[in-house]
Nanobody, 128 residues
Framework: QVQLVESGGGLVQAGGSLRLSCAASGRTLNTYGMGWFRQAPGKEREFVAA????????YYADSVKGRFTISRDNAKNTVYLQMNSLKPEDAAVYYCAATPNYYSSGYLYSDSGAYDYWGQGTQVTVSS
């Protein structure tokens, strides 16, 4: 079992940047595929980005492609989400999640049901 703790959220102006971190404990992170999801008030949780166990494959929602980057430092047991050119519509609670399974397609990583472990979330607010 792995425990996940997100950090790095906050208030940023539109066009600004934030880097979210997801620290894992309990198990080594290189045995898990990792994903970032977000949920805005009144909306369903949506996929943002995912990384295979090694980090060799990454996947992004179309809405963040070219602006967000997922990366991982398995030695530090941490996954990151670098968010650039933030827009007001990016405001949400961001969650990291872990799956012990390997998937060969981004479509499968984008399914929240594929993940067994979730963090508590970190709030991102973007002012216009």
């Amino acid at each position: 079992q792995v425990q996940l703790v997100e950090s790095g959220g906050g208030l940023v102006q539109a066009g600004g940047s934030l880097r979210l971190s997801c620290a894992a404990s309990g198990r080594t992170l290189n045995t898990y595929g990792m994903g970032w999801f977000r949920q805005a008030p009144g909306k369903e949780r949506e996929f943002v980005a995912a990384s295979s166990r090694s980090g060799g494959s990454t996947y992004y929602a179309d809405s963040v492609k070219g602006r967000f980057t997922i990366s991982r430092d398995n030695a530090k047991n941490t996954v990151y989400l670098q968010m650039n050119s933030l827009k007001p519509e990016d405001a949400a609670v961001y969650y990291c999640a872990a799956t012990p399974n390997y998937y060969s397609s981004g479509y499968l990583y984008s399914d929240s049901g594929a993940y067994d472990y979730w963090g508590q979330g970190t709030q991102v607010t973007v002012s216009s």
